[in-house]
């Protein structure tokens, strides 16, 4: 069942875990996952969402499990399986790219073309001086985003990104290097740090819809944060809703 989403989700701080479940049933659990918790616990041994998953079981024994990534900053839609056989089902959809996600970003730049599709692949690069990252790579795995803009103001834009594949920072990868524009707030893949910007990263999982057969999807929308609206795009939410 879709869950009714609350304004405060997004208002000054994290709110409690449990007021950001956008979907839940027997078998899932779709989060609406705060900017700043990372999904897996972190070296540094700060809180992740592994910490909030014992208040994540709604009268089930077992914790739910995360069956995908989000990064650390980005928030929005996180599905997690509420027992064994699910996790495996929704794991073999998402390696199948049975899985429909959508993606909002504001973009340090303005792209040519209302639309378009970024084909790059992604490898892994790791130096002493920077650490890691993933750059392209005619030798690395195969990356696919769809992509279309929304609207464009004082030289910034907001785009819809609808990834084919799901490579680790694929999203913030494809924007610098196939866009040419890195997404606003990126601290890796920047094209160019903005010194008026301290928002945090402005890429957000918008959407999220599970096929599973015999029954509905598990899906949910996750409400747009208030730092679009400080970047410049206070209407994100609605560009965003009537272009489909």
């Given at each position: 069942m879709a869950v009714n989403s609350r304004s405060q989700h997004h208002s000054g701080g994290l709110s409690p875990i449990t007021d950001r479940v956008l979907f839940i049933d027997g078998e899932a659990i779709i989060l609406d996952k705060p900017a700043g918790l990372p999904v897996d616990p972190p070296r540094d041994g700060s809180l992740s969402l592994h910490n909030h998953l014992a208040s994540l079981t709604?009268?089930?024994?077992?914790?739910?499990?995360?069956?995908?990534?989000?990064?650390?900053?980005?928030?929005?839609?996180?599905?997690?399986?509420?027992?064994?056989?699910?996790?495996k089902r929704f794991t073999e959809a998402f390696e199948a790219r049975a899985v429909e996600k959508s993606y909002l970003a504001v973009v340090d730049g303005v792209p040519d073309a209302p639309e378009g599709v970024i084909d790059l692949p992604l490898a892994k690069r790791s130096t002493a001086a920077t650490g890691w990252r993933m750059v392209p790579d005619a030798a690395g795995k195969q990356a696919v985003t769809h992509w279309r803009?929304?609207?464009?103001?004082?030289?910034?834009?907001l785009l819809r990104f609808t990834p084919e594949t799901g490579r680790t920072h694929q999203l913030r990868a494809h924007s610098l290097h196939g866009l040419g524009f890195g997404i606003l707030g990126?601290?890796?893949?920047?094209s160019g740090a903005d010194p008026l910007w301290t928002g945090g990263l402005l890429l957000h999982a918008r959407s999220l819809s599970m096929p599973r057969p015999g029954k509905a999807p598990a899906a949910a929308i996750a409400p747009v944060p208030p730092r679009f609206a400080q970047a410049g795009f206070p209407d994100a939410e609605a560009l965003d809703s009537s272009d489909v």
């Open positions: 709604f009268g089930f024994e077992r914790w739910p499990v995360a069956v995908h990534r989000l990064d650390r900053d980005t928030s929005g839609c996180l599905l997690l399986a509420r027992n064994p056989k699910a996790a803009l929304l609207a464009a103001r004082d030289g910034r834009a990126d601290p890796v893949y920047s």
